[in-house]
């Protein structure tokens, strides 16, 4: 069972996808990607203290950029691609601690303590 403190806490997002693909000729395909990432908000039910009671969601942007080649007659594969990853409201798994000694695990996001 829950704490009698837990709240309720509703969470959702659109998490659009775009991908342009342009074959460069029939060996080379170039391409870029954006995504949109989500992770909900929740409730840290094993902390005492109403501050960190609730988290809120955490969202990321996502970069791709990228070559497909086959090369040598169909002989060898090349593929290059780079990442990029920017967060907001990253939720980190931290202990807080407790008043007369030790420590409570809470997630909390990123910048709030």
């Known amino acids: 069972t829950l704490p009698e403190n837990t709240t309720t806490a509703d969470f959702n997002a659109i998490t659009p996808k775009l991908t342009l693909q342009y ?3 029939p060996n080379v395909n170039l391409f870029a990607t954006y995504a949109r990432g989500f992770r909900a ?3 840290n039910v094993y902390t005492s203290d109403p501050r960190f009671r609730q988290f809120t969601p955490e969202f990321s942007n996502n970069y791709e950029l990228g070559v497909k ?3 040598l007659d169909n002989k060898l594969r090349a593929n290059l691609t780079g990442f990029v990853i920017n967060w907001r ?3 980190v798994q931290t202990p807080l601690p407790v008043d007369g000694g030790g420590f409570q695990q809470a997630i909390l996001n990123t910048g709030l303590l």
């Open 89 to 91: 409201d990253k939720q």
């Open 69 to 71: 080649t086959t090369l």
């Open 41 to 43: 908000g929740g409730i």
């Open 23 to 25: 074959v460069l000729n």
